[in-house]
């Protein structure tokens, strides 16, 4: 039967390379049975010593790396930080643009807000798949040539001192992202619809008669509010006479919602030949008020919230 010995050995040397397996095979067994020797020399029983010097030099695969002269690593330092940082700027910029892209024929081929779920789907995809080719390409270089002549670091690589932020660059992605969609919406709910007449044609929410004035007033104070956001990031803390414009730009687009709703001018009529349930006129001036109530609350809110960040980062 094999000793313990004999086992370590073989588990070492196959994955050495083969031409120096026997030279690395006489080597550590020398120094493997010296070192039982001395501590049996100390009285220890040898069974005993043989197990704590196996343990000692640890696990064999590590122990052939050092032989072998072999990294036990997919990327290492010397190309670490280029390869995070490319993979940083790659993923920054390629997802997000495949996934507009996606959502834009889909919506071209008139799936409406379906089309963002491929959208998502598409740009995860994408992320993944950099991600994978990017650290297989640096996993490959790294093995090809292990001490490469990188660019020596420099002080004027240092960046500038961050400045405190109260406005964050996710919450205003988010907020422009928010009213991107609503801005978008309004032009696509004329053409594509959750309501179809007996023909399958489309019936839009909105009244079409409204494009007349009001939705593309609508549209325009949405836009408004998208430069807003941008600028208020830009200064980077809320301040009165922003919360001035913000105030303006809600009552802007709440006051006509609230008022058309509640002149039973916002819905489309037509809606009712569908919706047998808006046929009533109770019906559609409840509806009217609970739609100018949100929009209401949605203005009281924001304001109550803008108040308070104002005068917090305002002392």
């Known amino acids: 039967m094999s000793t313990?010995?004999?086992?370590?050995?073989?588990?070492?040397?196959?994955?050495?390379?083969?031409?120096?397996?026997?030279?690395?095979?006489t080597e550590l067994r020398a120094s493997i049975e010296d070192m039982i020797e001395d501590r049996s020399g100390g009285g220890q029983h040898t069974a005993t010593a043989e197990r704590e010097v196996l343990t000692e030099l640890g696990n064999p695969d590590l122990l052939a790396s050092r032989y072998a002269d072999r990294r036990l690593q997919l990327i290492g330092p010397a190309y670490y930080l280029v390869w995070l940082r490319l993979l940083k700027l790659l993923l920054s910029f390629i997802p997000a643009i495949v996934g507009t892209v996606v959502v834009a024929v889909e919506v071209a081929q008139g799936d409406g807000f379906g089309a963002i779920g491929p959208g998502i789907v598409a740009a995860m995809q994408v992320a993944v798949q950099i991600a994978f080719w990017l650290t297989l390409t640096f996993a490959v270089i790294e093995r090809a040539q292990p001490d490469p002549t990188m660019p020596g670091w420099t002080v004027d690589q240092l960046p500038d001192v961050p400045t405190h932020?109260?406005?964050?660059?996710?919450?205003?992605v988010a907020t422009v992202a928010m009213l991107a969609l609503a801005i978008g919406y309004l032009p696509l709910q004329h053409f594509q619809s959750w309501v179809h007449d007996t023909d399958g044609g489309n019936i839009p929410i909105l009244a079409p008669a409204l494009w007349a004035f009001w939705l593309p007033a609508l549209i325009v104070v949405l836009a408004a509010s998208v430069v807003f956001e941008i600028v208020k990031y830009r200064i980077g803390r809320w301040n009165w006479p922003l919360f001035g414009v913000k105030g303006l730009l809600d009552v802007a687009f709440a006051v006509p919602v609230a008022w058309l709703a509640l002149s039973d001018r916002l819905l489309n009529p037509a809606l009712a030949d569908r919706l047998t349930w808006l046929a009533d006129?109770?019906?559609?001036?409840?509806?009217?008020?609970?739609?100018?109530?949100?929009?209401?609350?949605?203005?009281?809110?924001?304001?109550?919230?803008?108040?308070?960040?104002?005068?917090?980062?305002?002392?």
């Not at 313990?4 to 690395?24: C, F, K, M, N, Q």
């Not at 932020?165 to 205003?172: G, H």
């Open 4 to 25: 313990l010995t004999d086992r370590y050995l073989a588990a070492t040397l196959r994955s050495v390379p083969a031409e120096r397996r026997d030279e690395i095979a």
């Open 165 to 172: 932020r109260d406005v964050s660059l996710a919450e205003t």
């Open 281 to 315: 006129q109770d019906n559609r001036d409840t509806l009217g008020v609970i739609i100018a109530l949100s929009a209401a609350g949605v203005v009281v809110w924001g304001l109550i919230d803008s108040a308070l960040k104002t005068r917090r980062q305002t002392r």
